[in-house]
């Protein structure tokens, strides 16, 4: 959440973006977490090389990483008195990293509004989500080739 006040003549404007890079990232985990061992099975029944397990971990390792050097070169370039042209480019990068977790078509297994990769609401309980929902899909269908 980035948050200014427009410099001189005492008029406040308040910039907000939708998610913290950093939170965002270590909810990502959160979920992998949740879901790896249950893909984990999936793969051993599907025969599906588990090396694609480690790359993941990987990658949401540098995932969390480049969240953490985003977020201090953000904080490090704009400050309080920063022109809201710089502050409304900041929070649009923010919601690029939102956006790039979605898809055009609904994921399998989940309702048909779910386009977000990471996350969507549970078939059994639309006030719970899960993480994952293709892998969880994949990983929990009986009928998943």
């Known amino acids: 959440l980035l948050q ?6 005492g008029s406040e404007r308040t910039s907000y973006s939708p998610r913290e890079v950093v939170e965002y990232s270590n909810k990502i985990q959160e979920w992998w977490d949740v879901v790896k061992p249950k893909v984990l099975l999936a ?10 397990i480690h790359i993941m971990d990987e990658t949401l390792f540098n995932l969390g ?3 953490n050097t985003f977020k201090s070169a953000v904080m490090d370039e704009l ?3 920063s022109p809201e042209l710089e502050v409304r480019r900041a929070n649009d990068k923010i919601l690029q990293f939102d ?5 055009d078509v609904a994921i399998p297994g989940t309702t048909f509004y779910s386009k977000n990769i990471l996350v969507s609401p549970s ?7 899960s993480g994952f929902p293709g892998l969880l899909y994949t990983a929990t269908s009986p009928t998943a080739t």
Do not use: M
Request: hydrophobic share 45%; no cysteine; charged share 30%.
């Open 4 to 9: 200014f006040s427009a410099a001189g003549g």
């Open 99 to 103: 956006r790039a977790f979605l898809v």
């Open 65 to 67: 990483e480049a969240a």
């Open 43 to 52: 793969f051993t029944r599907l025969d599906i090389d588990e090396e694609l």
């Open 123 to 129: 078939s059994a309980n639309i006030y719970e989500g």
């Open 79 to 81: 400050k309080p008195d």
